[in-house]
Every structure is written in structure tokens, then in C-alpha cells.
């Protein structure tokens, strides 16, 4: 089974503009959990998206959006870059119907905020 | 104060030594409890998962729960030098199995 993708692997922007991150998850999971890693804060859960549907969501200002599609892929956006949002961002996949399962990490993607 | 604290290291040991990595927690509500393992540019991988109190054993590897003292560890036996990463340890409370709460990671190096 192919792992967790995401795309672009490397990505630097300027403050003020947005960006827009794609994750897609292992064949046949429907969850998709987002999560920033800092130096600072470490790995911090920004929100999950089950069935094209939110149904969780960290503490992180409203800049940061997601979404999921029909197929289970999901994009992340954040608008109006600050110099803080650099980080590592990954995503993470699961079945998503179950009360505890594994999580699988893609290999994220590193956002630099000049 | 963070919900999940783990010493940050680095931590350096000798080739076969025993490691012990660990992490407190504040949160009474946290149930399920996880240590991942991340190299360099590569997203975090799920060594070990535990939920009750005690140990669970899976090769080197041992994770052990007391959550009467909020504290759980990790012991690394036989240390090589490809377990040189960051370790994480992770946690969750019921309904709510994929919002995970990490500690900050320990950065651990054996030495050939």
C-alpha cells in the first residue's frame, strides 16, 4: 500500500500571502488530521477532517482552513502568512471509524515564511 | 504549563546501551498513549501503543503506563545506532482518538 503523500514537499512564502498544502491519505482511509511542528511547540493539532466533513479542530486562529474531497484527499490553506507559521506540516491518516487506531504520518511539508 | 512534558535531551549513549525516555502528563482525561519515532525530514512513525497501566513489550522496545503518577516511559534495549531519531511520545482521551497531544520529543543519538 502507498503511504501518506503530500505535495509540495518544500515551499517558501512572503509574509502577508496564503498557501495552500495537499495531503492525500492511504487507499481507503477516510480521516485526514493536520498538525504543525515547531522547535518551539512542537507538534500541535490544528484539525481533522472525516467523510468531507471537520469534526475536530486544535487551538489555531482562523487563518488556517482545511477541506477534504470526496476521495479522501485533503488540502489545508492558511492565508495571510506571518513569519510564525513557519513549520513542518503534516498530515496524518486513519480509517476514521474507529475508536482508537493507528495513525499514519506523511513526510510533510516544510514551509518557510520569509 | 504544557499538558504533556518530555525531556528534550539530546540524549547520547553508547552502542547497546539500555535507553529510558520519558514523559509526565497533567491531564487525568488522557487514556491512550503513544510513542512515535521521527528521522530526520521524515514524518513521525508509530512505535509503540499502549492503554492501560503496565508494560507492553514488542522486541527492544518497551512502553510502560503508570497512570497513578501520570508518567509513561519508554526503554530502548540493545541500542543501535538506527535508533538514533527523535522519540515522541503522544496521547488521547476517549472519542477523540485523532486529536493527539504530543510531548516535544527527545533527541536521541547512540553512538557506534
Known amino acids: 500500500k502507498a503511504g501518506v503523500t503530500q505535495t509540495p514537499r518544500y515551499l517558501i512564502k512572503t509574509r502577508g500571502q496564503q498557501v495552500t498544502l495537499s495531503c492525500s491519505p492511504i487507499s481507503g482511509h477516510r480521516s485526514v488530521s493536520w498538525y504543525q511542528q515547531t522547535p518551539g511547540q512542537g507538534l500541535q493539532f490544528l484539525f481533522e477532517?472525516?467523510?468531507?466533513?471537520?469534526?475536530n479542530k486544535g487551538n489555531f486562529p482562523g487563518r488556517f482552513s482545511g477541506r477534504q474531497f470526496s476521495n479522501s484527499r485533503s488540502e489545508m490553506n492558511v492565508s495571510t502568512l506571518e513569519l510564525g507559521d513557519s513549520a513542518l506540516y503534516l498530515c496524518?491518516?486513519?480509517?476514521?471509524?474507529?475508536?482508537?487506531?493507528?495513525?499514519?504520518f506523511g513526510p510533510g511539508t516544510r514551509l518557510l515564511v520569509l | 504549563q504544557k499538558e504533556v512534558e518530555q525531556d528534550p535531551g539530546p540524549l547520547s549513549v553508547p552502542e547497546g546501551a539500555i535507553v529510558s525516555l520519558n514523559c509526565t502528563y497533567s491531564n487525568s482525561a488522557f487514556q491512550y498513549f503513544m510513542w512515535y519515532r521521527q528521522y530526520s525530514r521524515k514524518g513521525p512513525e508509530l512505535l509503540m501503543y499502549t492503554y492501560s497501566s503496565g508494560n507492553k513489550e514488542d522486541g527492544r522496545f518497551t512502553a510502560q503506563v503508570d497512570k497513578s503518577s501520570k508518567y509513561i516511559s519508554l526503554f530502548i534495549r540493545d541500542s543501535q545506532p538506527s535508533d538514533s531519531a527523535t522519540y515522541l511520545c503522544?496521547?488521547?482521551?476517549?472519542?477523540?482518538?485523532?486529536?493527539?497531544?504530543f510531548g516535544s520529543g527527545t533527541q536521541l543519538t547512540v553512538l557506534p
Open positions: 477532517y472525516f467523510s468531507e466533513t471537520q469534526r
Open positions: 496524518a491518516s486513519s480509517p476514521g471509524t474507529g475508536t482508537q487506531e493507528t495513525q499514519y
Open positions: 503522544a496521547m488521547s482521551v476517549p472519542g477523540s482518538a485523532r486529536q493527539l497531544t
